[in-house]
């Protein structure tokens, strides 16, 4: 049985669908990540969860209870905020214990717990520090411990990495993934950052202008995307312009005057083929020409632009001493079958 | 060659740092000071130089028929500080003060808060009518609350056609009459204050007292509460300084029969004449007011300085 039920939730904004009857189920356990570009309601969701906002319809149920129906202060989850939020009047071990207090847990036991989580985010010399004096990743880590101390029955991250640098995001990312295993909470991860998503979720949630486009696991949704936004989104993508036709029993599409078979289920008609950077290789024999515009050295990798009939293309090659194009060099590349996609529609459309 | 020209711009850098002066960190940028010249000269004149004469005339004798003599002596103060009479009206400007920033934060902390939490049309245009009183002379405001306040005035008439008293409240030359006119003259200030200290707050960290299970009471009490109490107590500073020094609305309200220390400096300059007395009466007032003001201040920044740095 689904342990978080989200079902048809919508929010209007006025005349503005900032989610549009948003279904989705959550195991127990499970670390999922809603992702998607800034606006495409990701945040909301989150909010509508945590009974910050009303939803405009639809249901929510957390372990077959409506959820809804509670205030938040009653739901028992456990939010961390994009900016902590931490109380600044507050030592970071009475921001832990601030929780526990509300539950009238006894002062032995308080202390006990609020030691104890501060330790799991690696804290535990930093109690009596006041939010201030601590540096962006410390206050994340608090933000964490306060949400955590509780024992919520569903941790609900938004945007939790966001203010942190690169280095200290990666971080907190792989302390995240421990501690998530170690605790075993159900979490909810909102998120802008792909990479992110993709190193932490067991499954991840894109979703686009309200309405969901793809779940699956990370990389089932990079290999596999569902639409050409998904595609783009997780990712460098390209999109070719092609043309799909059925020749008898056998579907085929055409791009920049090379044909590649495709399922039977697809319309004739104008095709968009999609096929990752890094999976595409320069071929002697047939394939798509076209010239290189530039090259970039980028370290472990090379990338090239190619101008192809069909549109821009970009090619990533290892940096591994093989002999490449140079720029303005007549070049064919080509792909296996089985890494490209196709889609009905064009470029311009998805 | 772009190479070389930054190579050779390096070293013109090495040049000047190395040909400049070791002693230039030493000689003073004379912009700053000449910048605030002509606000310190304002600030001079008009402030620093009468409150010196003040000073200086506190220490003069006065006479009926001798007129203000040119001595040196401590006898104005003494006087204050053996005369009951004085004694009376001192602690009756304090208590009014105090009781208006009580008031004051009583009232107006709860306004600023309800006011943030209200939307757009309405936010503006109650934060407008908090603050108009602000962009009304005080005097016709004062004049506007003994309308009200007389025995004959708006609220003993109501009050009695509905048959709640007998008799007329007296308000008018009484220091209830002048705490409630004060506290609507200073109420604004406090307002502000607290508004500004709820705008560094962050919105969400109500929202993160309320998901651990805080109730919205306890938000207020627990979170809320403690991170506008500096601005609280600032705007308390305010109020009371200015509740202390108010002039127009104790003189209205409270008549020649009710005096405070600001009539008082008042009386004696213009009605008896004994500018002298007056002067002390002046200087005392703001003596006591500068170290209730500092003492508070020191308080605060002890008490807070964990929270706000």
Redesign the interface.
Known sequence: MPYLVLDKLTKRFGQWLAVDNLSLTVEKGELISLLGPSGCGKTTTLQMI???LDPSGGRVTLDGADLLAKK????????V???Y?????MTAAENVA??LE??GIPRADRDRRVREALELVGLGAFGDR?P?RMSGGQQQRVALA??MV?KPNLLLLDEPLSNLDAKMREEMQIELRRIQRTVGTTMILVTHDQAEAMALSDRVVIMNKGKVEQVAAPQDAYDNPASAFVANFLGRTNLLQGTVRHDGGAARIDVAGTAWPVGPNLPAGPGVLTVRPEKVSFVDGAGVSGLVQARVFQGTQWLFEIKTEAGPLTVIRQHDGQVLPAENERVTVGWRAEDMRVMSGSVGGA | MTAVDSQNAMDAGLATDTAAPPAKPERRNPTPYLLSLPALALFAVLLLVPLAMTLLLSLNSFGFYTGIQDVWQLGNYTDIFTDSYFHEIFLRTFRIAFVVTLLSAVLGAPEAYILRRMHSPWRGLCLLIVLGPLLISVVSRTLGWALLFGSTGIINTALMSVGLIATPIEFMYTETGVIIALTHVLVPFMVLSVWASLQRLDPQVENAAMSLGAKPFTVLRRVVLPQVVPGILSGSIIVFALAASAFATPAIIGGRRLKVAATLAYDEFLNTLNWPLGAAVAILLLVANVVIIVGCNRLIERRYKQVFE
């Open positions: 945590a009974g910050f938040p202060n009653e739901r028992g989850l456990g939010i905020f994009q900016s939020a931490l109380f600044p009047h601030f929780g509300m539950r006041y201030r306060r949400a509780i």
